[in-house]
């Protein structure tokens, strides 16, 4: 491996582990556990899934990596706190939901080069992407990696104390 | 910027960002607002303000940018769950102790070529290393950025909703 490709690797390990995480702490949940809150007055783990389901999917077309498959959801699980009532979808479908999208996400990414990686996302203008070429990429992999694990330190709060 | 220093950057500027949004969580808290559980029955702020000084510290050994600080702090911090017991050191001064690990991490790493981030870090053997080379510095850097997100995760829930 190149030095950059070492580099992008590491990106994806770290990616790679914080969504398997994510994805093994709902993979088991009844819906009754699904209601549980993060912390009093908090999201339920529900919003939490979906709102995991949502970024992702955005993630697609953020980084031109195929149509979205879920714009439905940003009403309830992006552009509204949770405010507990009924989610457009259950939770057994939102976890079929992740698995699909993170895998269509590990499928793009295990093609691309690191000249992909640096290229500019969807939502920068090639004007402004010359004058701020860390918007590429390489950068929307990093937040939404910290994005899952900002999450996944709200949802361990909810299981047993080991 | 190469390609390999570009990559390195946008992982600098996710670090950056990450133990900024810490910093700013922790720096204007009162003695009693620390005694605060970021979930009931879960760590206190000052016990996790104290646990992330604690891994930034050892950062600078792990990557061989200079002797830790602080090893007094580890069987509090680090070895032993919150019990919710007298810490050894002030909210004020484990503050100080993170501003001043922060800094000095942030100067080793703006020193570091790109062959220095692919270097192996001091806990792992040359001879593991020459087997699996994704144990460098460089992914130090990004579990350590995601570990601080994960704990900003818990920290925002004792704030009051936005």
Redesign the interface.
Known sequence: ?T??E??????L??WKS?IERFERAFSNLSDDQLEMR?????NRLLYVLGHIVVVHDRMLELLDAGPRRHPELDAFFLLSPDEGGQAPVSGLKLNEMLLDVDAALSNAFSAWA??D??SKHTAVSAEDFAKE??R?R??VL??R???V??????VV?TEP?S
């Open positions: 491996m030095a950059e070492q580099l992008i690797d590491g990106a390990r770290t914080s993060v912390a009093p007055g908090r690191p000249t990686w640096l070429p860390q590429n390489f950068s990093l937040s990696t910290v994005h694990q900002f999450h996944l330190g709200q709060l104390r």
